[in-house]
C-alpha cells in the first residue's frame, strides 16, 4: 500500500520525507489557504523539487478547461511522470480525466462518495480514485462499506486504478484501510507519526536500553562531579549542612592524612538523634565508630553497581579509585 503525506505545510513536509520511504504528498488549495500560501504556483514547484511525487489540484469548468490548466502548471517545470493531477468527480471530471490519461497525464479522480461516482473515474482510467472517509463518516455515511465496494469492483472487473483511502482522522483508519486492501493512503503528519507507537513497545524499549546501559557503562561515568566528603574534625551539625549542599543522603568522611574514616548517612543521623539527643549535634565526625563502606570501584560496570545495591539494600554507594574516595553513586544513576 502507497504512503503518501497530505499537507501543505513545509515544517511537516520536511519532517515526513526525512523518513525517506514515503511515495509522495497530496495537498489541496484548502490546506494552501489554510497555511498563508498566495503564491500557489510557486508553492507547487517548490513541492515538485521536495518529493517524490506530488499531487496537486487542476480545476476548470469543463474538460478542456481542466487539460488547459494541468497543461499550463507542467509549463512550470513540473515532470509528468512525477505529477498527479486531482481532479473532482463530475461528468465534466471524468470527460477530463479520459483526456489527460490520453496524453499520458496522471489523474487522481477525487472528492467521491459513491460507487456511482468511483465506476465512472475507473472506467474513465483514473490512475486513482479517492473516496474521502472521514468526510463520509461526519455525514453518518458508512465510509469503509463504500471503501470495500470500491476496492471489489477494481479487484472484480480489472481496472487499473489505485484506490486512495484518504481524509483520515485517525489511527483506526489507518488499519481500516490496510484491511480493506487499499492501494493507497493519504495521511496528516499528525497521525502518522503515531503509527510506530505502542505503550508495550515503548516499555519493551525502555528496558532494552536500561539493561544495555547497565552492561555497557561503567560507574565514573555517570559520577555528577561532586565528592561528597568531610573531615573528622567537622562537627555534626556543619556536616548535615554539607550533606544538604552536597546533595547526598550519605557523605564521606576521611582521616587527616586522606584515608577513609568511613560513610556517614541520614540513617546514622536519624539513630544518633534518637539514642543521643540534640547534644550529639556538637560532636565531631570522628568521634563516631564507623562500620566497612558500601564501596565499589570506579571501574566497575553498572550492572555490578545493581548487584551491589541490591544485596545490600542501600540507596548511596562510595565510589573509590585505587582505594581513595573519588564520589557517591546513588540508586537513581542506575536510571538516568
Known amino acids: 500500500m502507497e504512503l503518501y503525506l497530505d499537507s501543505a505545510n ?145 479487484d472484480h472487473y480489472g481496472y487499473d486504478t489505485k484506490v486512495m483511502f484518504s481524509s483520515v482522522r485517525t489511527m483506526e483508519h489507518i488499519r481500516n484501510a490496510l484491511n480493506l486492501g487499499v492501494h493507497t493512503i493519504t495521511v496528516p503528519l499528525k497521525i502518522m507519526k503515531q503509527l510506530t507507537e505502542n505503550h508495550f513497545t515503548t516499555v519493551g524499549t525502555d528496558q532494552f536500553i536500561r539493561d544495555t546501559r547497565l552492561m555497557t557503562v561503567r560507574v565514573k561515568e555517570v559520577l555528577n562531579g561532586v565528592n561528597p566528603t568531610i573531615d573528622v574534625n567537622t562537627n555534626l551539625s556543619d556536616a548535615i549542612i554539607k550533606m544538604t549542599e552536597f546533595g547526598f543522603g550519605a557523605i564521606t568522611v576521611i582521616n587527616s592524612d586522606g584515608s577513609l574514616k568511613g560513610v556517614f548517612t541520614d540513617g546514622d543521623l536519624r539513630r544518633k538523634i534518637q539514642n543521643d539527643g540534640r547534644d550529639v549535634l556538637a560532636k565531631k565526625m570522628g568521634d563516631f565508630e564507623y562500620g566497612t563502606a558500601v564501596s565499589i570501584d570506579s571501574n566497575a560496570l553498572l550492572n555490578d553497581a545493581a548487584v551491589v545495591f541490591k544485596s545490600t539494600k542501600v540507596d548511596t554507594i562510595l565510589v573509590t579509585e585505587n582505594g581513595k574516595p573519588v564520589g557517591m553513586l546513588d540508586i537513581q544513576d542506575l536510571e538516568s
Open 10 to 154: 513545509l515544517k511537516e513536509i520536511e519532517e515526513g520525507f526525512k523518513l525517506g520511504f514515503l511515495n509522495g504528498l497530496t495537498t489541496t488549495p484548502t490546506f494552501m489557504q489554510r497555511e498563508g500560501i498566495t503564491d500557489i504556483d510557486g508553492m507547487i514547484v517548490k513541492l515538485s523539487k521536495m518529493v517524490p511525487v506530488l499531487q496537486i489540484e487542476a480545476l476548470g469548468d469543463t474538460a478542456e478547461d481542466v487539460l488547459k490548466e494541468a497543461e499550463r502548471q507542467l509549463a512550470l517545470g513540473l515532470d509528468p511522470k512525477k505529477t498527479v493531477f486531482k481532479i473532482p468527480v463530475s461528468l465534466e471530471g471524468v470527460r477530463a480525466c479520459k483526456l489527460l490519461r490520453s496524453k499520458g497525464y496522471l489523474v487522481n479522480v477525487h472528492l467521491v462518495y459513491t460507487l456511482q461516482q468511483a465506476y465512472m473515474a475507473m472506467h474513465a482510467g483514473a490512475t486513482y480514485v479517492c473516496p474521502l472517509v472521514g468526510r463520509l463518516q461526519d455525514q453518518g455515511h458508512d465510509a469503509l462499506d463504500l471503501v470495500s465496494q470500491i476496492v471489489s469492483a477494481v
